[in-house]
């Protein structure tokens, strides 16, 4: 199994910026994809950016252009560089990753808070 550990979340005013890291536990070439997720109070999960082994990137529309995904594979570590934050990218966000054949196993961080608000 994969532990995550996510860090640098924060309190951030509109228009601001912050980075996240994603720690994985075992090197990043065994593992397919990692992506950020985050989940705001009273809505669903959802998808903000994902980047496969082969490098390949892709963000929901909410976040196209103000974010961005990378790695460093040196580090195993996953980061999330956010711009321009709005108060609706207040949420809690998670990191997770896809291994094994067919990507069959998924592993979770335990979420950091991100509050955009002044």
């Known amino acids: 199994q994969v532990q995550l550990v996510e860090s640098g979340g924060g309190l951030v005013q509109p228009g601001g910026s912050l980075r996240l890291s994603c720690a994985a536990s075992r090197s990043m070439l065994t593992i397919n994809a990692m992506g950020w997720y985050r989940q705001a109070p009273g809505k669903e999960r959802e998808l903000v950016a994902v980047i496969t082994s082969g490098g390949n990137t892709d963000y929901a529309g909410s976040v196209k252009g103000r974010f961005t995904i990378s790695r460093d594979n040196a580090k195993n570590t996953v980061y999330l560089q956010m711009n321009s934050l709005k108060p609706e990218d207040t949420a809690v966000y998670y990191c997770?990753?896809?291994?094994?054949?067919?990507?069959?196993?998924?592993?979770w961080g335990q979420g950091t808070q991100v509050t955009v608000s002044s």
């Open positions: 997770k990753c896809d291994y094994g054949l067919g990507s069959r196993f998924h592993s």
